[in-house]
């Protein structure tokens, strides 16, 4: 079965510093785009950050320059490295998969638990 296991979260100051993991099981993530989005308590789940297959990235202007996503196709995972966090960076971080990045959100799938990330200041 396709499935991807978000981890890497936990509770930082901010400032700090967070790597999130996406392992994916089930099919090879070399072919397709994976995102990174977040939702927090009442607010719509936003992208993120997405990768394509050919290594071209896109980030949301809150995230860009403190954020970097990045794959490594030989152990089959996704990162979100995370920097100069920030409160407002709080919420539940969820990984998908979709054929690019330009897919539309409903067309992204195998959204796994997702990992909290907790910024405090």
């Known amino acids: 079965q396709v499935q991807l296991v978000e981890s890497g979260g936990g509770l930082v100051q901010v400032g700090g510093s967070l790597r999130l993991s996406c392992a994916a099981s089930?099919?090879?993530?070399?072919?397709?785009?994976i995102g990174w989005f977040r939702q927090a308590p009442g607010k719509e789940r936003e992208g993120v950050s997405c990768i394509n297959s050919d290594g071209s990235t896109h980030y949301v202007p809150s995230v860009k320059d403190r954020f970097t996503i990045s794959r490594d196709n030989a152990k089959n995972t996704v990162y979100l490295q995370m920097s100069s966090l920030k409160p407002e960076d709080t919420a539940v971080y969820y990984c998908?998969?979709?054929?690019?990045?330009?897919?539309?959100?409903?067309?992204?799938?195998?959204w796994g638990q997702g990992t909290q990330v907790t910024v405090s200041s």
């Open positions: 998908a998969q979709s054929s690019r990045c330009d897919s539309a959100y409903d067309d992204f799938s195998s």
């Open positions: 089930g099919f090879t993530l070399d072919y397709y785009g």
